[in-house]
């Protein structure tokens, strides 16, 4: 019973450099969100995709892109990572239509450099 | 828009003492109201919720959270504390069929 899955759990980057953090839900769940956890700032919404083949803009969305796979699948792209992107980084999913409520993953800490 | 605020950053307290966390909201529909919690190095875990009915909300390890419309707050309590609710403590809304608005978190610090 793994619920949400995400990987790496730690990576560090130089400035300018590329990279993927995948997420995987085994619950069957629609919905699928991805997160940034920074001190003081509580959990803001990056991207979130309410359904398979849709995708939208959250709170702060710049800098990064999503793709949602398939149903399980929800992955997020620093194309040229910057300093201002260290922080960790939560993918989510809920039940579409149900009260919101949402399965966290672990978290991926991301240090750029 | 909805937004929550959590008026404290931090929160010390000696441990079997009573504590308060407080959580506000503001939206202009109905609400769903969550309180998750965040142990060290870990994501976050549902803690407990309001969806309707009772305003009173308890979870299973002693917390309770009332629903004030009036006030529009959802604060967490508990009667006493244990060491292992050292932990940090975020208030969540969803209005509609957005995506949930989290605060920005206040850390239980229980001490012995």
């Known amino acids: 019973n793994a619920g949400v899955t995400q990987t790496p759990k730690f990576q560090v980057l130089k400035t300018g450099q590329s990279m993927t953090l995948q997420c995987a839900q085994d619950m069957n769940h629609n919905s699928m969100y991805w997160y940034r956890q920074d001190p003081g700032m509580g959990l803001r919404l990056i991207y979130y995709s309410a359904s398979e083949g849709t995708t939208d803009k959250g709170e702060v969305p710049n800098g990064y892109n999503v793709s949602r796979l398939n149903k399980r699948e929800f992955s997020l792209r620093l194309e040229s990572a910057a300093p201002s992107q260290t922080s960790v980084y939560f993918c989510?999913?809920?039940?579409?239509?149900?009260?919101?409520?949402?399965?966290f993953g672990e978290g991926s800490r991301l240090t750029v450099l | 828009a909805q937004s929550v605020t959590q008026l404290d950053s931090q929160v010390p307290v000696f441990e079997e003492a009573p504590v308060e966390l407080r959580c506000n909201y503001s939206?202009?529909?109905?609400?769903?109201l969550f309180w998750y919690v965040q142990y060290p190095n870990q994501g976050l875990q549902l803690l407990l919720k309001?969806?309707?009915?009772?305003?009173l909300v308890e979870s299973i390890n002693g917390f309770e959270a009332e629903f004030n419309k009036s006030q529009t707050s959802f604060h967490l309590r508990k009667p006493s504390v244990h060491i292992s609710d050292t932990a940090e403590y975020f208030c969540a809304v969803r209005a509609g069929r957005r995506a949930l608005t989290f605060g920005s978190g206040t850390r239980l610090q229980v001490q012995p």
């Open positions: 309001y969806l309707s009915g009772s305003t």
């Open positions: 939206s202009s529909v109905s609400v769903y």
């Open positions: 989510a999913s809920s039940e579409r239509g149900g009260t919101g409520e949402l399965f």
